[in-house]
T-cell receptor
Framework: EAGVTQSPTHLIKTRGQQATLRCSPI?????VYWYQQALGLGLQFLLW???????NRGNFPPRFSGRQFPNYSSELNVNALELEDSALYLC??????????FGPGTRLTVT | AQSVTQPDIHITVSEGASLELRCNYS??????LFWYVQSPGQGLQLLLK??????LVQGIKGFEAEFKRSQSSFNLRKPSVHWSDAAEYFC????????????FGGGTRLMVKP
């Protein structure tokens, strides 16, 4: 069974640009979660999508947004990039409330 | 709101020695508790989980954890550490009331001496 996949592996952007990160969940999983792992800030919950709808979001500004497609894959968009957005962005998927399985992450570097 | 504390930022143990990583949580009801491991530059791998029932749970790679409600703890243990266990370990709490988001502790970096 294929795990959660994320693309790209690395992404380098300039301050003020937009970044798009993609996630494909495990087959059969309908929920996708996004987390940010920034140096010194730990792992923080960003967004939760389920059945195509945004169900919950963490304490992040509106320039962090995303969507979930009919095939349950998901996209995270970060607009007006700031230096402090540099982080590892982890996607997780789940079929129920009990377990989340994580992908390898996308390393976003903002210069 | 729930929170998780991992008091030890770094731990060094000798290969073959036993290991205990501490985790304390704060939540009003019975939480869902998890331990994840992260190797450098990688995502998170689920080691084990606790939802209810037997308070001693077994996980992968020879790890186990014990839920102690009176101490609000969920410590991770391994009787004999291997060099390949060197990684960062994260304790997390999840609750259905919080939209299924996981709240993570700050992590404990484990180093293994030969």
């Amino acid at each position: 069974e294929a795990g959660v996949t994320q693309s790209p592996t690395h992404l380098i952007k300039t301050r003020g640009q937009q970044a798009t990160l993609r996630c494909s969940p495990i087959s059969g999983h309908t929920s996708v979660y996004w987390y940010q792992q920034a140096l010194g800030l730990g792992l923080q919950f960003l967004l939760w999508y389920d059945e195509g709808e945004e169900r919950n979001r963490g304490n992040f500004p509106p320039r962090f947004s995303g969507r979930q497609f009919p095939n349950y894959s998901s996209e995270l968009n970060v607009n007006a990039l700031e230096l402090e957005d540099s982080a590892l962005y982890l996607c997780a998927s789940s079929s129920d409330i009990y377990e989340q399985y994580f992908g390898p992450g996308t390393r976003l570097t903002v210069t | 709101a729930q929170s998780v504390t991992q008091p030890d930022i770094h731990i060094t143990v000798s290969e073959g020695a036993s290991l205990e990583l501490r985790c304390n949580y704060s939540y009003g009801a019975t939480p869902y508790l998890f331990w994840y491991v992260q190797s450098p530059g990688q995502g998170l791998q689920l080691l084990l989980k606790y939802f209810s029932g037997d308070t001693l749970v077994q996980g992968i790679k020879g790890f186990e954890a014990e839920f102690k409600r009176s101490q609000s703890s969920f410590n991770l243990r391994k009787p004999s550490v291997h060099w390949s266990d060197a990684a960062e370990y994260f304790c997390a709490v999840g609750t259905n009331n919080a939209g299924n988001m996981l709240t993570f502790g700050g992590g404990t970096r484990l180093m293994v001496k030969p």
